[in-house]
């Protein structure tokens, strides 16, 4: 375990150990199942993890530009890149850096695939988003098949042949979902799409497939990836999950700086936000868990937490600790590195926490430590 009081508050701390279990997990799935599977930056881009990522997976996806030269730079390889749309002024860099790139509509494919038919630095292979219209997300902001989504093309809109020049399908539709989600998955896009199946080299299935929680049946999944298989052996199957690398694998610590009392609630103010350090927390929502707290308990001192941003609502709770809390006590969040260090922001100028890893041998290591500069060169 951890011991947290040698870490500087706030920051975020990756386990290696951790880190390298789900790793391990990630890779027994992809060589048992035969399914590409690569990780995905907008979950987890923490690119001084990487030389420890690649030991286990070789691709990643890429959502932008940024995150495709990233990709190329410090994974090694060219990325799976797929973004809901490019431009004129983007695409260049996007074919430079990708060795897959899937388009949101036939208006972009017909735009942008000249310019990949004449790229002549390597192969690209081109793919198009479909939208199955089934999604078991209950979250509206992130189920990209509510009605009207501008994810993804739908079924009638293809005809029965795929444009020239597609050479794969590329859907996404779960969240830290099951594998039982994904096999309903599957028979919509059979229903919907099969008569392309046979013509398609690679079926990208997305992201949200959650494989490294501590409920998740790895072994349902497993099974149902050979037995689409068997059914289309010609067909590379790809995965692109991005919370299952980084899930459980850290903490965000922070301290106590104050204590405020308003009509008998207590807010405990952080030096972290949930605004600008835990967005999902806001957005989900979801409630973190608090190494030595517990949900609300009667009778036990009992508290918010509350960010220090002056965003009215950059608050949670409610926890109970054992006893109560006092200025300068440590606040340690679990499971706080997947989405989280790729959506932080300078909102009010507060400063970002700490990069902090520990390695196997216990020691750590402050990989990046934040000041003015970092905020003011944002915007130079």
């Known amino acids: 375990m951890i011991d947290f009081k040698d870490i500087p508050s706030p920051a975020f701390v990756l386990d290696e150990s951790l880190l390298r279990k789900n790793l391990s997990l990630i890779k027994s799935v992809k060589e048992r199942s035969g399914a ?126 795929l444009p020239e020049g597609v050479e794969g399908l590329h859907c996404h539709t779960l969240c830290e979902s099951t594998s039982f989600e994904l096999e309903k998955t599957l028979v919509e896009i059979e229903k919907r799409f099969g008569r392309f199946l046979p013509e398609i080299k690679w079926l990208n299935m997305g992201g949200g497939h959650l494989m490294t929680r501590k409920d998740y049946d790895a072994e ?22 991005g919370s299952a690398f980084g899930w459980e694998t850290g903490y965000l610590v922070s301290s106590v700086v ?21 967005p999902d927390c806001l957005e989900m929502p979801y409630k973190p868990g608090i190494l030595g707290a517990t949900d609300a308990v009667k009778g036990k001192p009992t508290y918010r937490m509350g960010g220090n941003s002056c965003l009215a609502g950059d608050f949670m709770g409610d926890w109970s600790f054992e006893k109560p809390l006092k200025i300068g006590d440590q606040i340690v969040f679990e499971d706080m590195i997947h989405y989280t260090i790729v959506k932080t922001t300078m909102f009010n100028g507060i400063p970002h926490p700490a990069l902090v890893f520990q390695t196997l041998e216990g020691k750590n290591l402050i990989w990046r430590s934040f000041d003015y500069s970092d905020y003011k060169n944002r915007m130079d």
């Open 220 to 241: 349902h999944l497993i099974q149902v990836l050979k037995d689409f298989q068997s059914k289309y052996p010609h067909i590379q199957l790809i995965l692109e999950p």
């Open 258 to 278: 104050d204590i405020v009392e308003n009509r008998g609630i207590k807010t405990a103010i952080l030096d972290v936000s949930f605004a600008c350090h835990m």
């Open 36 to 161: 590409e599977i690569i990780l995905a930056f907008k979950a987890f881009a923490l690119w001084k993890a990487f030389p420890i990522i690649r030991e286990y997976v070789s691709y990643a996806a890429a959502s932008s530009v940024f995150e495709a030269q990233l990709a190329f730079e410090e994974m090694g390889n060219p990325a799976y890149t797929y973004s809901p749309a490019y431009t004129e002024k983007n695409f260049p860099t996007i074919l430079k850096y990708s060795s897959h790139i899937t388009f949101n509509s036939l208006n972009q494919f017909e735009r942008f695939y000249p310019a990949v038919r004449h790229f002549s630095d390597r192969k690209i292979s081109c793919g198009l988003r479909i939208n199955p219209e089934y999604s078991s997300v209950k979250t509206a902001l992130y189920n990209p098949c509510s009605p009207g989504s501008r994810m993804g093309i739908l079924s009638d809109l293809l005809g029965d042949k």
